[in-house]
């Protein structure tokens, strides 16, 4: 761990007792579950407790009732489990630290926090309100994977390519990304003469009737298509988008693959010829790469919280099941908390661990080493990641990084060149003769050739009438003085090598 306490035996500094209160539902239908999140808080703590000996004494709470397994009962319920812990069953600490996965209670609980000046670290979830410091005094966020990191590719690539007709699919039986759809939608909203339509696809309607009202309804509006979903539906809209002719370089479709190759939004890579022919349509957008490869200090212990999750929470994970980064992304909050904390007393030793808001400005604008990764939470309290663009690589079958946006600075770095279809640049926001193909612009230009052309026509054929009558005029006075009629063709001949002779 990249924790150095060496200097704590040059001074005198009694043991603190850091209490870390996680609430959470038995519920195994979200990532940020008890069974998968509690193993490596868990573990974590063990290890602080050798690491940090005679400085701080951790214990740990779970906050949780046993017949609420439903999350989203647990939603309704999870603030009053909290307060009746804290006013009822609360351990005496120095510290105590809401320290949990999140979801959509964090609400209510952040309401709780700020009203008794408590820290809090949310190591999945946030949202909006997280920013607002007036409402969130005292809340960090510092999952992997925060729905407002994966916004900003989006944005990038509205901006960078001047995209201002979006169109929206959202698979509402998934979890997590319809969240991230809503987050860009407000971003949308929000830039300058943008515009978007959302198609949610309901709950058993992933068919081909479902994509093809939203392919039909897209093609009439957008040529840039963002996609929320799981990677089985997504592949079965892109074969139906190939069946209606629709993965020209003209279309431009944009999926969120939060994990790789995880059950839960499962898995791009494909054998099929087909999928991979869609393949050449599609742009990822994804978290780092490290961020799915984590450094030895947490993959060394993967075994053993697996077996927690067993033992504990009852949940064994299939034999070629992953564990989601929200796991890892936990356990290195643990070690965040430390190091900030230790830091923080070292420099400060009488610092007030009862404010909350205090404590949760130490986190800010900072970037702290936690097992050979940089941790970078900004100036609110969020931590920011580093995302990925992808493209599909033909020769290889595989998706590769393009593009690397920074967390801590949102800048763009160009890793390998694109290659859309033969060509070095994104589509445009609109064909130029627009989604159906009616511009003004275009059918005035074949207007105007339709009129040029017959203009022409009557042209030429003016002139042919102008040759035939003057050469029949010439004719007639000719044939007045020789005595003859003037349709009398005798005197005719072929100018070629052929002659040609009248019968009488």
């Not at 990191?149 to 960078?160: C, G, I, Q, R, W």
């Not at 959202?170 to 971003?187: E, Q």
């Not at 009629?485 to 009248?502: A, E, G, I, Y």
């Amino acid at each position: 761990m990249a924790t150095n306490i060496g200097t704590l035996t040059t001074r005198t500094r009694r043991i603190r007792t850091i209490n870390i209160a996680t609430p959470g539902t038995l519920s195994v239908s979200s990532a940020s579950g008890l069974p998968f999140i509690a193993p490596a808080i868990e573990s974590a703590i063990q290890e602080l407790q050798r690491e940090y000996a005679g400085v701080f004494n951790w214990t740990w709470e779970l906050i949780y009732d046993k017949s609420t397994r439903d999350y989203y009962d647990y939603l309704y319920s999870a603030d009053g489990l909290v307060a009746k812990w804290y006013y009822k069953q609360r351990s005496p600490a120095d510290l105590t630290v809401f320290l949990y996965a999140g979801g959509p209670e964090v609400e209510n609980i952040n309401r709780l926090a700020a009203e008794w000046n408590t820290l809090m670290i949310t190591s999945t979830a946030t949202m909006p309100t997280q920013r607002n410091k007036r409402l969130s005094p005292s809340w960090l966020t510092t999952g992997c994977c925060l729905t407002t990191n994966f916004v900003k590719p989006y944005v990038y690539l509205m901006k960078a390519n001047n995209w201002t007709s979006l169109y929206l699919v959202v698979d509402a039986g998934t979890i997590m990304t319809p969240t991230v759809a809503k987050d860009v939608s407000v971003a949308i909203k929000n830039m300058k003469a943008a515009q978007h339509i959302m198609f949610t696809i309901p709950v058993g309607s992933r068919n081909e009737d479902t994509y093809e009202v939203a392919l039909k309804d897209f093609r009439k509006t957008s040529r840039v298509l963002f996609f929320f979903g799981h990677s089985d539906s997504l592949k079965g809209f892109l074969r139906q988008a190939g069946n209606m002719g629709m993965l020209s370089s003209e279309y431009i479709y944009i999926t969120l693959e939060p994990f790789r190759s995880n059950p839960m939004f499962g898995n791009l890579t494909s054998s099929v010829e087909e999928d991979q022919a869609a393949y050449g349509s599609l742009i990822v957008v994804t978290i780092a790469e490290y961020i799915n490869q984590p450094g030895l200090e947490a993959t060394s212990r993967f075994a053993q919280w697996k077996s927690i999750s067993s033992a504990a929470f009852n949940y064994t994970y299939n034999t070629t099941e992953q564990l989601s980064p929200h796991v890892t992304s936990t356990y290195y909050t643990m070690l965040l908390l430390a190091e900030v904390l230790n830091e923080t007393l070292d420099a400060i030793p009488d610092v007030d661990l009862l404010d909350g808001s205090r404590l949760a400005r130490l986190f800010f604008n900072r970037t702290v080493k936690i097992d050979s990764l940089s941790v970078y939470v900004d100036e609110a309290g969020e931590r920011r990641t580093d995302m990925e663009i992808r493209q599909f690589n033909k020769k290889t079958g595989d998706f590769e990084t393009i593009m690397i946006q920074s967390g801590a600075t949102e800048t763009v770095t160009q890793i390998r060149p694109l290659n859309w279809h033969g060509t070095g640049q994104f589509p445009s926001n609109e064909p130029m003769c627009g989604y159906a193909g009616n511009n003004p612009r275009c059918t005035h230009e074949d207007a105007s050739t339709a009129i040029m052309s017959s203009a022409i026509a009557v042209g030429i054929g003016l002139i042919l009438v102008t040759v035939v009558v003057g050469h029949s005029w010439r004719r007639c006075i000719t044939a007045e003085v020789d005595g003859r009629t003037w349709w009398d063709l005798s005197d005719w001949h072929v100018p070629s090598s052929m002659s040609f002779t009248p019968r009488h």
